[in-house]
């Protein structure tokens, strides 16, 4: 009885951490979505993962799917 209750309150506080804290830095650009050419250093291109914001949602708020962005 004792590990449910562990068990419970430690989901209730990842949920409440979802909540407050949804976005991480996007994994493809670690949160600079303007990446420079390889060749013309002054071009410059957005990231494709997180569509140019830098960020992306965390894996828990994707699966509960608790609110839209």
Known sequence: MELFVLV?????????SLALNPWVACSKCDGKPKKQGAIFSYAHHIC?????????????RRLFRTQKP
């Open 8 to 16: 419970a309150i430690i989901l209730v506080t990842y949920r409440v």
């Open 48 to 60: 494709d993962k997180c569509g140019g914001s830098g960020q992306q949602l965390r894996l828990g």
